[in-house]
């Protein structure tokens, strides 16, 4: 049989009645002949409540600081294993047999970062077995095992990677992500109420997107889908999805050449925009060590001999305050770090062709009143550094001036 790979996230499964009707949509797809495979996330807020516990337990000390990312991820690691047990239990009471593993035993092996690590093989074969003896079966999202034998987690999102990766390593006919919205939109509809719906992207477009702030889908999760040519059906948990019955979705698939336009406009918050002066010609180097060493993200890095300009999303830096004091301890009193702010973006294809496009991004800023502090364009993106305060008003007049 045909093998469907299917990931609720944690607003699908947030208590269990949700639970329960996902149980029923799993079922469902399994008595329409086909293996099913099912990567599921932490209910609602867990993950964010066990952090808020790891920091209550990191500030109760002498020695208060933050928790190390070995532990958070020994500890965050446990919401998936709940929600994928009862899951199991749910279908079993159904009728059907279903088994659920965690990261480490369904064979997803990662690199040896914590907290964001990245899938480097999927070595399913106790999967398969289970497939094989007419089970369904359910897979803790978001974690998996390094190398050296640790339990590792994919950063925020990471229950889409994990399903993508499981579609390709089982050669899966196509992977369906579930979650409380009905696709992909023009924009955040709760900051652009008249954003929308695009019933079919590019993968190249959206892992764009994803890596500029959109949380419909994990970056990573995209990348795995375009190297194994992967079609991802992105849909709403509360459509029934009846065989033979048409229901609003997006398809990420590769998508015929076509005129350059803007898909997009998509919002990051919680960055830092660094500046270091070009005068000691070694700051870069103990830069990019310190952000090696620590586990920190740099993206839009810029340097020229005057100097330059990098951004951090905080997204997945749990210590901050910790890394913050070691990136000044490297590179001395010169670097300057602003926090408070978002990047916003327009993302689509042939946005560096001409001139028009950043003059049309500059201006609707301007109508917003959003200085920029700091612009970067590349053939897919167009983005602009601004104070937090400034990203809906911003999205509002690149949406108006873009995406309609």
Request: with cysteine; glycine share 8%; aromatic share 4%.
């Amino acid at each position: 049989m045909a093998v469907i790979v299917q990931k609720y996230g944690g607003s699908s499964v947030a208590d269990i009645e949700k639970l329960r009707r996902v149980a029923d949509k799993v079922v469902a797809t399994r008595k329409a002949g086909h293996d099913v495979v099912v990567t599921i996330s932490a209910m609602g807020k867990s993950t964010d409540n066990l952090l808020a516990l790891a920091r209550e337990a990191a500030s109760l000390g002498a020695e208060a600081g933050s928790p190390s990312r070995r532990e958070l991820d020994m500890l965050v690691s446990t919401g998936e294993r709940v929600s994928m047990a009862l899951l199991a239990i749910a279908i079993e009471a159904r009728g059907e047999q279903a088994i659920s593993f965690t990261g480490s035993q369904s064979g997803i092996i990662t690199n040896d970062r914590h907290f964001d690590a990245r899938i480097i093989e999927v070595r399913p074969h106790r999967i398969e077995d289970e497939l094989a003896r007419g089970k369904v079966v359910i897979v803790a999202g978001y974690q998996g095992m390094s190398y050296r034998r640790e339990i590792t987690t994919l950063g925020r999102g990471g229950s889409d990677t994990t399903a993508v990766a499981l579609a390709a390593a089982l050669g899966a006919e196509r992977c369906e992500i579930y979650s409380d919205v009905d696709g992909v939109y023009s924009a955040d509809p709760r900051a652009v109420p008249d954003a929308t719906h695009l019933p079919e992207l590019d993968p190249e477009v959206l892992q764009e997107m994803a890596e500029a702030g959109a949380k419909v889908l994990n970056a990573q999760a995209v990348e795995w889908a375009r190297k194994a040519r992967i079609t991802i059906h992105a849909r709403s948990t509360q459509d029934r999805w009846e065989q033979h019955q048409e229901h609003r979705q997006t398809l990420v698939r590769e998508q015929p050449a076509g005129a350059p336009r803007a898909r997009a406009v998509v919002a990051e918050p919680n960055v830092v925009l660094g500046r270091l002066p070009g005068a000691d010609p070694g700051a870069l180097e103990r830069l990019a060590s310190c952000a090696s060493t620590r586990e920190i993200p740099l993206k839009d890095l810029v340097f020229t001999e005057g100097g330059g300009t990098f951004v951090l999303p905080l997204l997945n830096v749990p210590d901050w305050p910790r890394a913050r004091a070691a990136l000044l301890d490297a590179t001395g009193p010169s670097l300057s770090l602003r926090e408070g702010l978002c990047a916003v973006s327009v993302v689509g294809d042939g946005l560096s062709t001409t001139g028009r496009p950043l003059l049309d991004f500059l201006g609707a800023l301007r109508e917003a009143d959003a200085t920029p502090l700091a612009v970067h364009g590349s053939a897919l993106r167009l983005s602009a550094l601004l104070d937090a305060g400034a990203s809906t008003r911003a999205q509002q007049a690149l949406h108006a001036r873009f995406c309609r």
